[in-house]
């Protein structure tokens, strides 16, 4: 079982960036596919951006495609997500999420993450 606190998240202004960082206990980070989600108020969980397990291959929603890097350090159990140009619509309360059922994919769904982070709020200013 895996632990999961994000940081990072604040005010910032459209156009700005920022860089979230989720840091997991255990021994074990290297066997879950980390995955970033959003939810902005009265709107479901949406997926942003997950990464694989030790050979970096990565998966982005459209909308943050080209703005946001999803990355991973095994050696820190960290996954940090880098958000540049952002945009008011981008305003939501970001999960870290883990998933370690050993998929030979990369999953978007909420209901394929065991376990998630309590969430960061990040808020775009027009």
């Known amino acids: 079982q895996v632990q999961l606190v994000e940081s990072g998240g604040g005010l910032v202004q459209a156009g700005g960036s920022l860089r979230l960082s989720c840091v997991a206990s255990?021994?074990?980070?290297?066997?879950?596919?980390m995955g970033w989600f959003r939810q902005a108020p009265g709107k479901e969980r949406e997926f942003v951006s997950a990464?694989?397990?030790?050979?970096?291959?990565?998966h982005y929603a459209e909308s943050v495609k080209g703005r946001f890097t999803i990355s991973r350090d095994n050696a820190k159990n960290t996954v940090y997500l880098q958000m540049d140009s952002l945009k008011p619509e981008d305003t939501a309360v970001y999960y870290c999420?883990?998933?370690?059922?050993?998929?030979?994919?990369?999953?978007?769904?909420?209901?394929?993450?065991?376990?998630w982070g309590q969430g960061t709020q990040v808020t775009v200013s027009s």
């Open positions: 999420a883990g998933d370690r059922s050993g998929r030979a994919f990369i999953p978007t769904t909420t209901r394929a993450y065991e376990y």
């Open positions: 255990g021994r074990t980070f290297s066997d879950y596919v």
């Open positions: 990464v694989s397990r030790s050979r970096g291959g990565t």
